[in-house]
């Protein structure tokens, strides 16, 4: 893992070169973004999961994940309380504390990251619980915090079209495809998802860097110091207490804990303008943690292996 978070770091960095020297556009970023949900992370999501050998323990992952997210957003939102943060602010605090970019960023790095993990526990920890929670935990959290009623509102229609997108379909294929019983797969079908699937953390990664903006982090510090250490830090460490809990081992453990360790979603950020809560906040998060997840995740990796 070292080596693929040292190499995403690597991709974010020329994504911000090449927006800087005009390779790529902001404007661009948009596309990248409809490749990976399209094509590259449903391609890999399939493959993991038709040719996984699934595991009963996989059914606690989605459980650990949602116990994870409620710990977490009782501690932020204890601490925004304690602070006595105006809701904008508190709200943009929470959303960016709970949830992790487990779809884009997790799953492919722990695809690249060799042995020691379970990449069907990842889609699990990402389809069944990340995939969920954003929709309606942290739609009505933004809701909330961003309107002045305070009064929550999920979008159902939201949630409907995102249980639709692609990596959605492609497990519910993946498990069709297993569970019959096919096998291995004909090597012309194959070989192009695989090649697809192996698009998706470089093309995260440079859309990453297509979205760096460092202007006005220092006057944010303690916000950003405060998401970053519950982000990368505490997270990982409720994430290894929960997983111990429900008495899962070995390489579901593992991923689940580093699943819990992942960078501020960059969902947070779109839905949370959205509604209103503190862009810079949000945006701030995303980029740092995303940074600073590239040498604290192996880290992790190498304290659990």
Wanted: hydrophobic fraction near 55%; charge should be neutral.
């Amino acid at each position: 893992m070292t080596e693929t978070a040292f190499g995403a770091l690597l991709i974010i960095l020329a994504g911000a070169v090449a927006r800087h020297y005009g390779v790529i556009r902001r404007e661009d970023g948009p596309l990248l973004v409809r490749i990976v949900i399209h094509l590259a992370l449903p391609s890999l999501i399939f493959l993991i999961i038709a040719e996984a050998d699934l595991d009963p323990a996989l059914l606690l992952v989605p459980v650990a994940a949602y116990i994870i997210h409620f710990l977490l957003l009782v501690l932020v939102w204890v601490s925004v309380r304690i602070w006595g943060m105006e809701r904008p602010r508190a709200g943009a605090m929470i959303v960016a504390s709970a949830v992790g970019n487990t779809g884009f960023f997790g799953i492919p790095l722990i695809a690249a990251s060799g042995e020691g993990f379970s990449l069907p526990a990842a889609v699990m920890y990402d389809a069944l619980a990340t995939g969920l929670i954003t929709w309606t935990s942290t739609v009505a959290i933004a809701s909330a915090y961003g309107r002045t009623d305070g009064e929550p509102r999920m979008s159902f229609g939201d949630l409907g079209r995102a249980l639709r997108l692609p990596p959605n379909w492609a497990l519910a294929a993946g498990l069709l495809v297993n569970l019959a019983g096919v096998g291995d797969l004909p090597t012309a079908v194959e070989r192009p998802l695989e090649l697809l699937g192996a698009a998706t953390l470089p093309l995260t990664m440079l859309y990453a860097g297509l979205m760096i903006e460092l202007r006005g982090l220092g006057r944010l510090w303690r916000e950003i110091t405060y998401i970053t250490v519950v982000r990368l830090g505490v997270a990982t460490v409720i994430g290894l207490g929960v997983a111990v809990a429900l008495g899962l081992t070995g390489d579901v453990l593992n991923t689940v804990v580093i699943m819990a360790g992942m960078p501020t979603a960059m969902m947070s950020l779109v839905l949370g303008t959205r509604f209103g809560l503190r862009s810079d906040i949000l945006a701030g998060a995303v980029v740092v943690t995303t940074l600073l997840s590239t040498l604290t995740l192996p880290a992790w990796r190498a304290a659990l292996l």
